[in-house]
């Protein structure tokens, strides 16, 4: 039983992301619990700007993680700095061996000029993963 604070420390590792994506939606089976990712792209066209996505939904699927944390998704321009929306919460892993998935159902999410955008999903304010979208003018 002993161990000492590093070893403890060493213990509390970051979740592993499995997948970060960008979809038009996420359908969960009822039955088998199951998700079917419709739709999935990073990079879009348009006509005129600010480009608004009624719906927009980022999947992500974690492992590895040790009871509740607190999650926050962000999505960013290519800068880093220049937030275009951040949503958090938390969540649980049931243990360190579980797979969590989380769907974040966005409305009316806008884009404000062409340019490359970055989502960014953090626990506990370490930054687990990055998943680059790019907005294009349409010729």
Known sequence: MGGNAGEMLE?????????????????????THRKSLINVFNHVHTRAFPLVFPELT???????????????????KGDGVTPIFSTRGPIEFPDPNALVDLVFS?????????????????SED????????HVAQAR
Request: charged share 20%; hydrophobic share 45%; with cysteine.
């Open 58 to 76: 980022v999947f992500a699927s974690l492992t590895n993680g040790n009871g509740a944390l607190n999650c926050e998704l962000r999505c960013v």
């Open 11 to 31: 213990s509390m590792e970051n979740p592993l992301v499995q997948a970060l994506l960008v979809c038009e939606q996420v359908i969960t089976d009822e039955r």
């Open 106 to 122: 966005l409305n009316d999410l806008a884009f404000p000029e062409a340019g490359t955008y970055s989502f960014l999903l953090f």
């Open 126 to 133: 370490d930054l687990l993963a990055e998943r680059r979208f």
